[in-house]
């Protein structure tokens, strides 16, 4: 199709990935599925292509930045410019150990997935969308980005980074129509449920984008 452009999703997988790629293309986007294991990221490349989605799968490791940003290439190459780039990998088991037991070397991993990552791909996506005129950017954080849990602390400390840093981004961009927003899903997806299920999600994060409206968006109210 002429014309059309791609939304990128880093950490595309069955659930919210499937969801948002097939809102988004609804709306005419061709989707680029972006994760670490091949197989599974071209069965649901199928599975989508299946129903008339226009999507491909990518390989990357989000903490190798050369391969992410090979993978955007590619990506752009194969489907078009990236208008949207939704940044959701499922942060790694050991990110989610108590603070006391969090070591320098944890706390860097924590921080090259969910910090240094995403300022790689954003920082390779943004010329072309500067030259497209319009681009949102999409964080999908759990509710430890907004507050902290002592026994999760890789989380803790790089999504409150990750937090930062596109809150930065949303103030620095607004003003050339490139849009960064974040949704929390607090307690993290649930199939099914009214608030939290992946379609519900999905179309949250098509509000974000179309809507254009302030950085910060809740799935759900945070437990008390």
Do not use: C
């Not at 939304?7 to 994760?35: D, H, P």
């Amino acid at each position: 199709m002429v014309g059309m452009t791609t939304l990128a999703i880093i950490g595309a997988g069955s659930g919210l990935g499937a969801a948002t790629a097939r809102r988004f293309a609804k709306e005419g986007f061709s989707v680029a599925l972006i994760a670490r294991n091949r197989q599974r990221v071209d069965a649901l490349a199928a599975e989508l292509a299946a129903e008339g989605v226009t999507a491909q799968g990518f390989t990357a490791n989000v903490r190798d930045r050369a391969s992410l940003i090979a993978a955007l290439d590619e990506a752009t190459t194969a489907l078009g410019p990236i208008e949207v780039l939704q940044y959701s990998p499922l942060p790694q088991k050991e990110f989610l150990r108590p603070v006391l037991e969090t070591t320098p070397d944890d706390a860097l991993a924590a921080i090259e997935f969910s910090v240094l990552g995403p300022i790689a791909a954003v920082h390779h996506v943004l010329q072309g969308m500067r030259v497209l005129g319009r681009g949102t950017v999409l964080f999908v954080n759990g509710g430890t980005a907004v507050r902290p849990r002592s026994d999760f602390a890789g989380t803790t400390i790089s999504f409150a980074g990750q937090s930062a840093y596109g809150q930065a981004l949303h103030e620095q961009l607004a003003p050339e129509n490139v849009h960064v927003g974040q949704l929390i899903i607090p307690g993290g997806i649930e199939q099914g449920h009214a608030e939290k299920d992946p379609t519900v999600l999905a179309e949250k994060l098509w509000g974000i984008h179309s809507g254009r409206d302030g950085f910060r968006t809740f799935a759900a109210d945070m437990d008390a």
